[in-house]
């Protein structure tokens, strides 16, 4: 399991940025992709203490959201729905259980090789169980 396909899932649900991206990504943009788009990435994963007993374990991991776009303001746009969609949810998504999507740092923004392609990232903090 891993914090990208939950908040792949969450994203995929969300009427206002799946009409703004292209394409949502778990993984690296390929070259040629069609922009906006939005790629996921794990930065880091760490198992928390819980006091629960059997075999469930209890992850906290960051993932880094980029938004890939035309211009400046597109790639504003996209953080600024890409915060909507993902903030505060509870539940249970891509098969992980109590899940807990939470904002951490926004930014950098930051400059491709490709000097037409205007990226900006947000992190999130999600905390599930996983079996």
Same mark, same amino acid.
């Given at each position: 399991m891993s914090g990208v396909p939950i $908040?792949? #899932?969450i994203f995929e649900a969300d009427a206002d940025l799946v009409a703004y991206a292209a394409s949502i990504i778990?993984?690296? $943009?390929g070259l040629g992709g069609t922009l906006p788009a939005i790629v996921l990435g794990t930065i880091s994963a760490v198992d928390l203490k819980t006091l629960s007993a059997g075999? &469930? &374990? !209890? %992850?906290? #991991? !960051? %993932?880094?959201v980029t938004v890939m776009a035309?211009?400046?303001a597109e790639m504003k746009d996209g953080i600024r729905l890409v915060r909507a969609a993902g903030a505060g949810r509870l539940g249970d998504f891509a098969g992980a259980t #109590? %899940?807990?999507v939470q904002l951490d740092g926004t930014g950098p923004d930051f400059i491709t090789?490709?000097?037409? @392609?205007w990226c900006g990232s947000q992190?999130? @903090?999600v905390s599930y169980n996983e079996a």
């Open positions: $908040l792949g #899932e778990g993984g690296a $943009l075999p &469930r &374990r !209890r %992850v906290a #991991e !960051r %993932v880094q035309n211009n400046y #109590e %899940v807990s090789d490709d000097p037409t @392609i992190d999130f @903090i």
